[in-house]
Structure formats: structure tokens, C-alpha cells
Nanobody, 125 residues
């Protein structure tokens, strides 16, 4: 069984910074693209940033220049450094990972998309 565990949310004043972490744990798996999504009250879940295993990144326009996604492949962990936070960044943040599980049954692997439990980020004005 593979799971994602997030940490790092909290309350911060506008202009402040927070760093989120998300670690994948389990056995017999490999992690491909990792991402962060967020969902504010009354809104749909939206992609914040993603990063491939090779380090190629993609950001939502609303966070470009303020947020930085990174990962440590050896630790199966991704990070989201959030700077210059604004109240509009308030949301539950979810980490996401595209994984491959190595199984004993043919063909020997299967794809599995994982979600973290979510962590609340609140930015006060």
C-alpha cells in the first residue's frame, strides 16, 4: 500500500510564507509526476503546480513568481514553497502523485493516482 502524507499548512499573514511537504511511503512503487492542487470554499479543485520526475515544472498563472514546487526523488517527497501569500491563496491544499505499483500479477505493474489528506492554508489580510 502506498500513501501520501502532507504537512506544513497553517495560518499566515498576507505577505508571509509557508512551505508544504508531501511524502509518498510504501513499498514496491515508483513516483512519476507530482503536483499540488487547492480547493477554496465554494470553488472547484484547481491545479497549483506540477513537477515531473525529471524536474520540469508547471504553474498556475495566479501563483507564478510566488510559489516554487520542488521534489527529492530519493525521498519520494515534494515541496511547495509559497511566498508573498495573499488572502486569495486561502484553501485546502492537496498533494497528488502519479505512481506505478509493482505487483506480482501480469503485467507486473499498475498505474495508481494518489491524493494526500489535504492541509489547510489560511492567509489573513
Amino acid at each position: 500500500q502506498v500513501q501520501l502524507v502532507e504537512s506544513g499548512g497553517g495560518l499566515v499573514q498576507a505577505g508571509g510564507s509557508l512551505r508544504l511537504s508531501c511524502a509518498a511511503s510504501g513499498s514496491r512503487f515508483s513516483v512519476n509526476t507530482m503536483a499540488w492542487y487547492r480547493q477554496a470554499p465554494g470553488n472547484e479543485r484547481e491545479l497549483v503546480a506540477s513537477i515531473t520526475r525529471g524536474g520540469h515544472t508547471n504553474y498556475a498563472d495566479s501563483v507564478k513568481g510566488r510559489f516554487t514546487i520542488s521534489r527529492d526523488n530519493a525521498k519520494n517527497t515534494e515541496y511547495l514553497q509559497m511566498n508573498s501569500l495573499v488572502p486569495e491563496d486561502t484553501a485546502v491544499y492537496y498533494c497528488n502523485a502519479q505512481t506505478v505499483l509493482f505487483t506480482g500479477a501480469y503485467p507486473g505493474y499498475r498505474d495508481l493516482e494518489l491524493w494526500g489528506q489535504g492541509t489547510l492554508v489560511t492567509v489573513s489580510s
